[in-house]
T-cell receptor, first 114, second 114 residues
Framework: DTEVTQTPKHLVMGMTNKKSLKCEQH?????MYWYKQKAKKPPELMFV???????INESVPSRFSPECPNSSLLNLHLHALQPEDSALYLC?????????????FGSGTRLTVV | QQQVKQSPQSLIVQKGGISIINCAYE??????FPWYQQFPGKGPALLIA?????SEKKEGRFTISFNKSAKQFSLHIMDSQPGDSATYFC?????????????FGAGTQVVVTP
């Protein structure tokens, strides 16, 4: 299995809703990442988990809450989002915490906040 | 401040032609330079990568040229095909950074006409 699977593929939520994005990989990778990508822009790093511990939080607002229940799963909990948070949310993993080992990205969750 | 500058923003090339995308960086600590290909609705996929100890790397129709003294690198797509139509991102990282943080360029949208 060489994939990073993200669910759901599409999500529409209101500004008062609570929802979660899920990411799963079974490649034995020990580093997992959340990226946010706006249209026609490069991915922006949000969070890095290394060996299931949060290693980097790129000053992301608290309405985004990551969770890494085990080495294969990564969640992103969403609460009280704003319309400007609408974007493609990408999960990625790598064998360890080094980009030179090669990231594998999922296909993303297209989030629309209304 | 973008640490990796990418040009052009967009590119139209005829089938069979050569697509050339250029990137420049300032941080001399960068020592890993990947290129990612992204199709609409998909996550980025690693295409090819180079380290500064080589000046060129070729994989099929894709070639990276690297100029360490100029702090520039470029992607050449030979014999461009309509299936190559995608957005291409250059990136750079410091492999001493154990969290695997990638700095992306702004992206180049390539359209290959039949």
């Amino acid at each position: 299995d060489t994939e990073v699977t993200q669910t759901p593929k599409h999500l529409v939520m209101g500004m008062t809703n609570k929802k979660s994005l899920k990411c799963e990989q079974h490649m034995g990778h020990r580093a997992m990442y959340w990226y946010k990508q706006k249209a026609k822009k490069p991915p922006e790093l949000m969070f890095v988990y290394s060996y299931e511990k949060l290693s980097i939080n790129e000053s992301v607002p608290s309405r985004f809450s990551p969770e890494c229940p085990n080495s294969s799963l990564l969640n992103l909990h969403l609460h009280a989002l704003q319309p400007e948070d609408s974007a493609l949310y990408l999960c990625a993993s790598s064998p360890s915490g080094g980009a030179n080992y090669g990231y594998t990205f999922g296909s993303g969750t297209r989030l629309t906040v209304v | 401040q973008q640490q990796v500058k990418q040009s052009p923003q967009s590119l139209i090339v005829q089938k069979g032609g050569i697509s050339i995308i250029n990137c420049a960086y300032e941080n001399t600590a960068f020592d890993y330079f990947p290129w990612y290909q992204q199709f609409p609705g998909k996550g980025p996929a690693l295409l090819i990568a180079i380290r500064p100890d080589v000046s060129e790397k070729k994989e099929g129709r894709f070639t990276i040229s690297f100029n360490k003294s100029a702090k520039q690198f470029s992607l050449h797509i030979m014999d461009s095909q309509p299936g190559d139509s995608a957005t291409y991102f250059c990136a750079a990282s410091n492999t001493a950074d154990s969290w695997g943080k990638l700095q992306f360029g702004a992206g180049t949208q390539v359209v290959v006409t039949p």
